[in-house]
């Protein structure tokens, strides 16, 4: 006799959640312990009402959890997920780490909200790195996405374009960028509108109302002869949203040591205010939870970065 | 009476699970349909809290395991193990029932409830 669906579904789903259990016991008992799974919920289709199989349901959580947490010592659970744990640390403080990207300064290539993973071993100096005797590396170049620490807060990371690298002669003219006195071809950089701010699209003017103090210290040792010069050791960046970003233009150069890595691919992308992704809150735990298929941006899931 | 003192007292289910056992032998679903009865229905043991008892109780040797063979009721299709009490098992239940007594009629005697003659 054929098992109704819901019936088989269940068993299906219990058989699963047995992998909670250590293996040994799991082996040992896993085939009895689905068939008593089986015959209650046979039991409870005959019954064919809705509050036995709440009941159910719930007892047999409730079972699952206490007699999984009993049957896995404590000891044992660590012992289990050691290696992991050692792996993911780490993975995740030499290899790669995630970031969010919390402004608009690289759109449309980097979106508000954007959850990175960066690989922090392709760059020579990015971080702490002694991985780069073992592993493949390169130096950053222009044209670079990368992520780095604000050299204004290091707290925070930012990603932005490697525009001008140790020695290289740089000015805006008309929000074009001119290196080393060639015009560049930058199709990533976007503009929001036509009208010249003369600090912003006609860089380096002077030191203003706006600028940081990295910026005046560029401004004062950096600028000759209306260009700025890349000191050794440093790099130039700016966003690709270029009229709206709080660049190297405002707060100067960026140690190349600052460097945390390549933006590598983005694993996650929802859309939400810069503030809620700045400072983690509870409202926006909830929004998440709330909105999580709806906002979460799924074509730029697993995205790479263009760069 | 043989002496069991590192069991007692037992759990409740363990010593349900026993008592299910104390007249024949039973698979797991047969034991959890036993205590469910014996209980009227308020200790309804889910398979992990079954089987995890049964494990320790087999380690204690208070049960163990029987043949595995057919089971006799409809739409069954799998063959199934099963389970008996031990002498151990059932000097231990026996204890255990006399230690509830015992605690009941104590309660009973504090609480002056009537019932015990």
Partial sequence: MKDPKLVRGLGRLYAALLYAYPREFRLQYGTEMQQLFRDRCREIARDGRAG??????????????????????????????AVTLLLFLFVTTTMVQAYVVPTGSMENNILVGDHLLVDKVGFENGGNNWSSYVLPHRQVKRGDIVAFRYPED????????????????????????????????????????????????????????????????MFAHNVHDGEVIVPPGTLFVLGDNRDNSLDSRYWGFVPINYVVGKPLVIYWSYDAPTSDLVTWNLAHLEDVALHFFTRTRWNRMLKVPAQ | MKKTPGLLPLTPPVFHILLALADE??????????????????????PGTLYGCLKRMLAAGLVEESDEREHDREQDDERRRYYRMTPLGRSTVRAEAGRLAGAV??????LGLAGGK
């Fill in chain 1, 52 to 81: 036995p199989w709440l009941r159910f349901g719930l007892g047999s959580i409730a079972d699952w959890i206490a007699s999984a947490l009993r049957e896995r010592r404590p000891f044992k659970l660590i012992q289990e997920w």
């Fill in chain 1, 154 to 217: 290091v707290r925070q990371t930012f990603v932005k374009r490697v525009i001008g690298v140790a020695g290289d002669h740089i000015h805006l003219k008309d929000k074009q960028v001119i290196r080393n006195g060639d015009k560049l071809d930058e199709p990533y950089a976007r503009h929001s509108g036509q009208s010249i701010d003369d600090y912003r699209d006609n860089f380096p003017t002077a030191a203003d109302f706006y600028t940081l103090g990295g910026g005046r210290d």
């Fill in chain 2, 25 to 46: 032998e039973r698979h797991g679903y047969g034991i959890m349909q036993d205590v469910a009865r014996q209980t009227n229905d308020a200790l309804q043991l889910g």
């Fill in chain 2, 105 to 110: 009629s104590a309660a009973k005697a504090k």
